[in-house]
């Protein structure tokens, strides 16, 4: 209820802010050549003290509000799922210079670099470079491809500076965002342009991270609109390969963006942001050099990505009891693989109604469009039949809040449905209670069941591996079946969090999943083809649904305050998965494969001191267990390791500070994952160190 009571008071406060923020802009303008000069004349004690969460209590950062779990505004402590918030302050604080690697600090989020481009990153188990049981939104617009139902995440990539906070659900989100949002979501929501009023300018370089750079500025148009753009670059060196020599996979990216805010009336704002990347990445793929050929060979190639995006937004409010919200989205993603090139168009359309009903309850509904044609250009090695397809997903929801007591016991009740190209028409409901006995604890509780689509990989790949014993030219192919089906879950969650005293804080979180229909690979029937030659017989396997299993688990999270100027931040997750084969699975090896590819236990902890003289100083260090890769094409153990990241930032004056942090500081060099599926070859993730530089005017 309290989103919509809070809009008035929100609007009415706007137009001072925004006249402010005019006119320091305009101030600065007049002003730039005598603040340049006369900065570093002003003594420290001078500066203007930087918010720092550091500042505010543990039970204000668990009051704080998160929107992904229900599509609307909810405080932390009473939110019904296993969330984690990165705040822009973490961010700062972790030295990351990528989203995967901000990602390592949630407990219970797998997160494996297979080479200087390219992430494996999960929750909860099923890791894989496109890991299909997780889903990533930027302000509300999914980023998974429609080919695979993961992420690329070499081009999620930019300002980290504009990022608000990421909210991390670990656990099911199907009710609200629909298939795939199985085992996990991601939401990156972005400042305002409000927000990032002022100019800029970040660079930096060091060992991996050669050369970067961000130049940005943000002003108000007029006392309703307020706009930022940007541009960012950086050059990355390249990793070793497996034996230590150069692993070819160095990337290069220029990316531009921009952001508008306006208020168009006191019910109405709109939004609109949009990007446009261009980037070149290295990489050890592996092809099939002739149709004798008894297997992969692995050879240098360069990829050549282009991605440009646009949203809309416009948000009415009816009433302090109603308001609507439509966006639309649109992105296009060309990816130029020697072996296997594509693009991308995708058209999303996203309606959501929200309103109070009596005192108690309120609900919320909403309607959904997606359409996303593609053309897939393959090789000898891996095709998609056909070259061209266009999907479409119609989609509606509608969840019910009761507040059984106010301010103490909720109950939230709701459901997707979706009607997908592949397999029809398909629900997905959860029921979920939130309890707060005393003001400083919430307990809650989830039930789920989600499902995972199918994807255009699953039913229309054709992957030739090689040949097979000796005797008659026998080409061994994998291919993906029309008829395959969803993969479902159950999945059953309880929660605790708690606030014990002003300087700890507790969130813990248990769950249990039943999973059904799980791919697994069967041979099939073999056939002779002519083409192309010589002549020879296809031995064929393909995905079927005959796998089913579960997996239960652990997480917990911590915040303690040790001194009013150092905060520690511990983490620990536990996991265990068990899958089984269907009877009549020839599969031996998936299941092996999913069982060791997640990490039994995985750990973090950060620490955060504020110094004298505008000195902070971060360390941060994340244990993931031993990890098994088995697969028709690799067999594999990736020891345990520790991650240890650190650095020191140094506030020189008022916008100015320069920062040095080194990164996998444990060990020189190490592995993190394996391409199972022989996509490319996996690197060595290096030792680095930079140093950065950063105005803010």
């Known amino acids: 209820m309290e989103p919509l009571n809070r809009l008035a008071g929100e609007k009415a406060g706007r137009d001072g802010r925004v006249l402010s923020c005019q006119c320091v802009a305009c101030a600065r303008h007049s002003w730039l050549i005598v603040t340049i000069l006369l900065v570093f004349l002003l003594p420290a004690g001078a500066q203007e003290k930087s918010a720092d969460l550091t500042d505010r209590s543990l039970e204000d950062l668990m009051n704080m509000e998160v929107t992904s779990v229900s599509k609307k505004e909810q405080k932390l402590s009473r939110t019904a799922s296993a969330i984690f918030v990165i705040t822009q302050e973490d961010i700062r604080r972790s030295g990351a210079t990528n989203i995967p690697d ?256 009596g005192s108690r309850q309120e609900m919320i509904w909403g309607l959904g469009y997606r359409d996303t044609p593609d053309q897939i250009k ?83 790949l054709v992957l030739n591996l090689g040949t097979g014993p000796a005797g008659p030219p026998t080409l061994l192919r994998l291919l993906g079946n029309p008829s395959y089906k969803d993969e479902r879950l159950m999945a059953y969650e309880f929660g605790y969090r708690t606030t014990f005293s002003d300087r700890f804080s507790l969130d813990l979180a248990a769950y249990f999943n039943d999973y059904d229909g799980l791919q697994t690979t069967e041979p099939g029937t073999p056939f002779p083809e002519a083409s192309p030659p010589p002549a020879h017989i296809v031995q064929p396997f393909m995905y079927e649904n005959l796998m089913y299993g579960e997996t239960h688990g652990l997480e917990i999270a911590a915040n303690w305050k040790a001194a009013n100027r150092w905060t520690i931040s511990p983490g620990y997750a536990f996991e265990q998965l068990h899958m089984h084969t269907d009877p009549t699975s020839q599969d031996t090896q998936t299941a092996i494969f999913i069982e060791g590819a997640a990490p039994r236990q995985s750990a973090q902890l950060r620490s955060h001191l504020a110094l004298p003289a505008g000195i902070a100083w971060d360390a941060s260090a994340y244990f993931v267990g031993r990890l098994i890769h088995q697969g028709p094409l690799s067999n594999v153990a990736i020891p345990a390791y520790t991650r240890v990241d650190t650095g020191l930032t140094w506030k020189i004056r008022e916008g100015f500070s320069f920062s040095v942090f080194g990164q996998n500081l444990a060990k020189d060099h190490h592995f993190e994952f394996e391409d199972i599926n022989g996509a490319l070859q996996n690197g060595q993730i290096k030792r680095s160190a930079y140093a950065q530089f950063r105005w803010q005017f």
């Open 102 to 357: 901000l990602l390592r600090m949630v407990p219970g989020m797998d997160v494996g670099q297979i080479n200087g481009s390219t992430w494996a990153i999960s929750s909860r188990g099923f890791n894989s470079q496109f890991s299909n049981k997780l889903l990533v939104m930027i302000d509300r617009r999914i980023v998974y491809t429609a080919t695979f139902a993961g992420v690329f995440w070499d081009t999620i990539d930019f300002p980290l500076e504009d990022i608000e906070r990421i909210e991390v659900i670990r656990g099911p989100g199907g009710a609200i965002w629909g298939a795939n949002a199985v085992n996990g979501v991601i939401s990156i929501f972005t400042k305002k342009a409000s927000e990032t009023c002022g100019g800029l300018v970040e660079s930096g370089g060091g060992n991996i991270q050669q050369g970067f750079g961000l130049a940005q500025y943000g002003a108000a148009l007029n006392p309703d609109t307020d706009y930022r753009f940007y541009s960012k670059y950086f050059n990355q060196y390249h990793m070793e390969d497996p034996f230590g020599q150069n692993g070819a996979d160095g990337w290069h990216t220029l990316r531009s963006g921009f952001r508008i805010d306006s208020e168009v009336s006191p019910n109405d704002t709109l939004m609109f942001e949009g990007d446009l990347s261009i980037g070149r990445e290295g990489e050890f793929g592996f092809k099939l050099p002739s149709i004798t050929s008894p297997g992969f060979i692995a050879v240098a190639e360069e990829i050549h990505n282009t991605d440009g995006s646009f949203v809309s937004v416009w948000n009415h409010t009816i009433s302090t009891r109603s308001s609507t919200s439509l966006q639309l989205s649109y992105d296009r993603h060309t990816r130029d693989d020697p072996l296997n090139p594509e693009i991308r168009d995708t058209l999303d359309l996203d309606f959501q109604h929200q309103f109070e009903w």
């Open 378 to 460: 393959g090789s000898l090695t891996v095709e998609m039949i056909p070259v061209r397809r266009t999907l479409q997903v119609f989609n509606a929801f509608v969840q019910d809040e009761f507040a059984l007591i106010p301010n103490e016991l909720y109950l939230t009740l709701g459901s997707k449905f979706e009607h997908n190209d592949y397999t029809g028409f398909e629900i997905m409901p959860d029921a979920r209670v939130a309890w707060a006995p005393a003001p400083r604890h919430m307990l809650w509780a989830a039930v789920s069941r989600d499902l995972r689509a199918p994807s255009r990989n699953d039913t229309n």
